[in-house]
């Protein structure tokens, strides 16, 4: 069975940079069937938003607007995890982080790890 484990969350002052893991469990096979992945936050009392996507390939990326030239996703297949590069971080980016994975082909994220706390200082 797949699993997504995130690691790499903290509590930092405002600009600082952290950098989040999320390793895929399971064998070779199992990632092969993993589609598109992403980042999602969620801070108390509001919705659960996605702020990275990245493609299979590793080359197309999406952020919105809140995180742009901020955050950066990338992926490595061969390690068969994703990362979020936060730099610059303010006190509203402070969240819990998921990593999440969509099946290969699928349009929904389906997959989701625990998640992994941001605190951000002002």
């Known amino acids: 069975q797949v699993q997504l484990v995130e690691s790499g969350g903290g509590f930092v002052q405002a600009g600082d940079s952290l950098r989040l893991s999320c390793r895929v469990s399971?064998?070779?096979?199992?990632?092969?069937?993993?589609?598109?992945m992403g980042w999602h936050r969620q801070a108390p009392g509001k919705q659960r938003e996605l702020v990275a996507s990245v493609d299979t390939t590793g080359r197309i990326t999406r952020y919105p607007d809140s995180v742009e030239g901020r955050f950066i996703i990338s992926r490595d297949n061969l390690r068969k995890t994703v990362y979020l590069q936060m730099d610059s971080l303010r006190p509203d980016d402070a969240a819990v982080y998921y990593c999440?994975?969509?099946?290969?082909?699928?349009?929904?994220?389906?997959?989701w790890g625990q998640g992994t706390q941001v605190t951000v200082s002002s």
């Open positions: 999440s994975a969509r099946k290969l082909g699928g349009s929904t994220w389906d997959l």
């Open positions: 399971g064998d070779s096979f199992s990632f092969a069937r993993i589609g598109a």
